[in-house]
């Protein structure tokens, strides 16, 4: 039972255009959404979070958005640079407790 | 100040011999969590602690793995009587106690595990 789906294993955008990473969830108990960034051999690395009281958050070149109604989130990064080249995690949450993750997106920049 | 600590960050064991991971979580977070990714998967949930208290522990396997958290040192996640299946990277994330708040979980590295 995948609670929280990455449909695209891998996305490739040239550098400087937008990349966007999708991100899908049934539970309709979550209400923390995070995504993480991972480079091979390292941990996940925190990039932005939103609640599900907001329908968008933004940190520099990365912007969230949040669909409760479709379930659906997604991760803009704009510019794109090569050092975004990494896998990609939305993770999700029903309060301080465990993540739940999805299975990743590639995400390779061109140059 | 430092992250998420994690060792060793590399484990060899044969089958059957006992493995002993540490995490260290960032200071003055009070929440640990063990998570652990297969090969070309995502991160799985195993168990989350405060300090000696296990708050939920229902992504462990019921039999051979163990996990605490004292009152002093590192959390420790043990696995028994290692088999080739147990063969994965082992992440540890902590986040500070801030009551009624969903907060941020920051990762250590991580301990791959491998099982010859």
């Known amino acids: 039972d995948q609670q929280v789906k990455q449909n695209s294993p891998s996305l490739s955008v040239q550098e400087g255009r937008i990349s966007i990473l999708n991100c899908d969830y049934t539970?309709?108990?979550?209400?923390?959404f995070l995504w993480y960034k991972k480079y091979p051999a390292e941990g996940p690395t925190f990039l932005i979070s939103?609640?599900?009281?907001?329908d968008k958050n933004e940190d520099g070149r990365f912007t969230v958005f949040l669909n409760k109604s479709a379930k659906h989130l997604s991760l803009h990064i704009v510019p794109s640079q090569p050092g975004d080249s990494a896998v990609y995690f939305c993770?999700?949450?029903?309060?301080?407790?465990?993540?739940?993750f999805g299975q990743g997106t590639r995400l390779t920049i061109n140059p | 100040n430092a992250g998420v600590m994690q060792n060793p960050r590399h484990l060899v064991r044969r089958r059957g011999q006992e493995a002993r991971l540490r995490c260290s979580p960032m200071?003055?977070?009070?929440?640990v969590y063990w998570y652990r990714q297969l090969p070309e998967e995502g991160l799985k949930f195993m168990v989350y602690?405060?300090?000696?208290?296990?708050?939920?522990e229902s992504g462990m396997p019921k039999e051979r793995f163990s996990a605490e958290f004292p009152k002093e040192g590192p959390s420790i996640l043990r696995i028994q009587q290692v088999v080739r299946g147990d063969s994965a990277a082992y992440f540890c994330?902590?986040?500070?106690?801030?009551?009624?708040?969903?907060?941020?979980?920051?990762f250590g590295p991580g301990t791959r595990l491998t099982v010859l």
């Open positions: 994330a902590s986040s500070p106690l801030l009551a009624g708040f969903t907060d941020t979980q920051y």
């Open positions: 539970n309709s108990m979550f209400d923390y």
């Open positions: 939103i609640s599900s009281i907001k």
């Open positions: 993770a999700a949450t029903p309060g301080a407790q465990k993540l739940v």
């Open positions: 200071k003055g977070h009070s929440h």
């Open positions: 602690l405060q300090k000696e208290n296990i708050i939920d």
